[in-house]
Nanobody, 118 residues
């Protein structure tokens, strides 16, 4: 069974930091591009960042600076650190795995809630 299990979300004050994790099982992790998306209330789901199989990160232009994506291929884990959190970061954050070479093969996690409020 393929599973992407996100964790690390919660409620935090503006200016704080959160580190989200996604533990992947049931697939060959090194064959997949990994990504983080988020969906805020009333908005479309948007891409936050991707990271290649070899660990090369890419970020959405509008989000450059406060976000750091990383992966640990030995632990089948991808992480997203969010620094200097803002209220507009409030969203459900989703982990996604995309198979490199097989476009129809992808998986989503269930999401983890991030709430930024004072």
């Amino acid at each position: 069974q393929v599973q992407l299990a996100e964790s690390g979300g919660g409620s935090v004050q503006p200016g704080g930091t959160l580190r989200l994790s996604c533990i992947v099982s049931g697939i060959t992790f090194t064959n997949y591009l990994m990504a983080w998306y988020r969906q805020a209330p009333g908005k479309e789901r948007e891409l936050v960042a991707t990271i290649s199989r070899g660990g090369r990160p890419n970020y959405a232009n509008s989000l450059e600076g406060r976000f750091t994506i990383s992966r640990d291929n030995a632990k089948n884990t991808v992480s997203l650190q969010i620094d200097r959190l803002k209220p507009e970061d409030t969203a459900v954050y989703y982990c996604k795995a995309d198979h490199v070479g097989v476009g129809s093969l992808f998986y989503w996690g269930q999401g983890t809630q991030v709430t930024v409020a004072s």
